[in-house]
């Protein structure tokens, strides 16, 4: 039902590193939870909306001004970051000349 | 079992706790010292706590016995309480450095020594209410999980049995309100994670309509479906802890903006005159005989009670199980992607860009979220969304018509929480699929976004059994009632595990 290779697929766009052993367990139980959740396919849903949030949301419009109440200061924003260069994140290069 | 009276100070109620401090027999320092004394002699043990705040808690309640000695009688005034490590809690001042409040871990490694900027809504509420932040609870890995299994802080034990699970996701605050270390505490539920362990550990736990209560600050895991709410040793404490956190916040586009009732005055004790339906699709296959017995039961005395009891049906029950496990993972796998190891966490520190994400993620998070994040993801790739996802919230429609229909002939619900009473650690740990079937009874009311309350109805094989009341949307009040007069009829509030001694 699902490969292999279809996990490791879906593994790189969820950016997530697995082993080969996690890969083999992952397999197997992909394909067991895949088989059950395939009930689905047997209901009749050709006239049924998708319901994506169980409540009649709106959209709430407020003015765009700075909220004290949610106010951080930029050290408390940044003190959680792993790495830092003064008051800015350090992230890996994501855009290299010639690429 | 011990009589009503005797109990000592760390099991009692809340209401019965502010009795004996509006008569001032009992401070806040001395409830506050009765639960870190259980946490001390139990807590290790049972590993219900991820980060206790002893001189913290010690001066809240100090200011608590200030303010009561003021005429302050506010219902959470002075009473300890623990949040599930799920809520974040402010631990850093406006110059980045630590503050004396606690990290928050999501019971992940990659969340491993966090400490938030800002504090939760739930630590906002019960903090202005004057209620005593005892330390942070054990659970699965970002509420993942039905057992508490999947910490990576490691299981927490059942207090009734250490040899079994507390249930889960919320296991650690239903183990510490069952076991005296905390007077409520708060949980989340996307599927049962707060009804179904306190099944397992015999405490009240109650999921309210979705919607109902802020979700700002509460680590996200499937944002459809998650909600707040509230454990405690009688239905009566968590109609008061309800009404604490319930409420409009700007903060969560979610929460919506209806009155909060006075959950207290709902608690009548009168269900002459209401119809209860009991679907006849959960009392499934496979559940324990047991649990069964007491649930029949229970429904017994209510009928005793003057309730009128129907047979009502809910055809798609048997589809929330799979409809469950292709929107809660999808959802989960957007929810996960800030864990990049860049703005906060922990990182691999590889200069490689995707190497890092690769590392950091690989490294950081435990098996059932990874599973959890390839299954979304898959559901939500291309060629797999219209029949996966799309199809899911298809059904997701039609259990939510069947409820609304149901709910238009009767006033709520009576169900079974769990399949089966508290089961060893270890037992459903190699199979996913198994664990999945024991929030069975549950999940449906995420899937529908109603409220939902389990309540111990007694002792199946020397382990608590607990069944659901579900309401209407935004009607908590019938749920609480119909909870509320059943715990007075069935004698069952008095029960407390092997840990209720000094």
């Known amino acids: ?99 | 079992m011990p009589v009503a009276g005797v109990l000592p100070l760390a099991d009692r109620t809340i209401t019965e706790a502010r009795e004996l401090l509006e008569r001032r027999e009992v401070s806040s320092r001395e409830l506050t010292e009765a639960c870190l004394a259980r946490i001390a002699r139990d807590g290790g043990e049972l590993n219900t706590f991820i980060a206790v705040g002893e001189e913290r808690a010690l001066a809240a309640a100090d200011a608590a016995d200030a303010a009561t000695a003021t005429g302050d009688a506010r219902p959470l005034l002075g009473i300890p309480y623990a949040l599930k490590d799920i809520f974040v809690t402010r631990a850093l001042d406006d110059a980045g450095q630590p503050d004396g409040g606690l990290p928050t871990t999501a019971g992940s490694k990659i969340l491993a020594g966090y400490r938030s900027p800002y504090a939760s809504s739930a630590e906002e509420r019960l903090g202005a209410a004057g209620a005593v932040l005892l330390g942070k609870t054990n659970c699965d890995e970002f509420a993942m999980g039905s057992s508490n299994e999947n910490s990576a802080y490691g299981p927490v034990r059942n207090p009734w049995d250490r040899s079994t699970v507390p249930g889960g996701s919320s296991g650690g605050s239903s183990a510490a309100v069952a076991a005296g270390q905390a007077f409520f505490a708060t949980g989340t539920d996307t599927g049962g994670s707060i009804r179904q362990p306190a099944a397992l550990s015999g405490v009240v736990g109650m999921k309210p309509t979705y919607g109902r209560v802020s979700r700002y600050g509460m680590v996200a895991f499937a944002s459809s479906l998650d909600q707040c709410g509230p454990f405690g040793r009688s239905v009566r404490d968590v109609a008061t802890v309800l009404e604490a956190l319930a409420g409009h916040d700007p903060r969560d586009s979610t929460s919506v903006n209806v009155p909060v009732p006075d959950y207290a005055a709902a608690l009548t004790g009168e269900v002459r005159g209401l119809r209860l339906g009991v679907p006849r699709e959960y009392f499934v296959a496979g559940m324990e005989p047991g649990v069964e017995a007491s649930v029949r039961a229970a429904i017994g005395v209510l009928e005793g009670l003057g309730a009128e009891i129907v047979e009502v049906s809910l055809p798609s029950t048997d589809k929330g199980l799979a409809t469950y496990y292709i929107i809660t993972p999808a959802e989960a796998s957007a929810n996960l992607a800030r864990y990049d190891g860049v703005r906060y966490g922990q990182s691999a520190g590889d200069d490689d860009l995707l190497t890092n994400y690769l590392a950091t993620r690989g490294d950081g998070f435990g098996p059932e979220v990874k599973r959890r994040i390839i299954l979304g993801t898959y559901a939500l790739s291309a060629g797999y969304y219209d029949a996966y996802y799309v199809k899911a919230q298809q059904v997701r429609t039609l259990i939510k018509a069947e409820f609304d229909a149901v709910l238009a002939d009767v006033d709520a619900l009576l169900a079974p929480t769990s399949p089966s009473v508290a089961f060893k650690i270890g037992a459903k740990t190699d199979e996913p699929l198994l664990m999945y079937l024991n929030d069975a009874c549950t999940l449906p009311v995420n899937i529908a976004g109603l409220p939902g309350i389990s309540v111990p109805c007694g002792l199946a094989d020397a382990l608590p059994v607990g069944f659901q009341v579900i309401g209407r949307a935004f009607d908590e009040e019938t749920v609480l009632r119909v909870a509320d007069a059943y715990e007075r009829a069935a004698g069952f509030s008095d029960l407390r595990p092997p840990t209720a001694h000094d």
Not at chain 1, 3 to 22: K, M, N, Q, Y
Not at chain 1, 67 to 75: F, P, V
Request: avoid cysteine; charge should be negative; glycine fraction near 6%.
């Open chain 1, 1 to 99: 039902m699902i490969s292999r290779s279809d996990v490791e697929h879906v593994a790189r766009l969820a950016r997530l590193g697995l082993t080969d052993d996690e890969l083999d367990r992952m397999v197997g139980q992909l394909s067991r939870i895949l088989e059950a959740v395939n009930v689905l396919q047997s209901v009749d849903t050709s006239a049924i909306d998708p319901t994506a949030q169980v409540i009649e949301l709106e959209n709430v419009m407020r003015d765009d001004v700075a909220s004290d109440a949610q106010r951080l200061s930029r050290e408390a924003a940044l003190a959680g970051a792993p790495l830092r260069e003064g008051p800015m994140l350090r992230v890996p290069v994501v855009l290299e000349e010639g690429r």
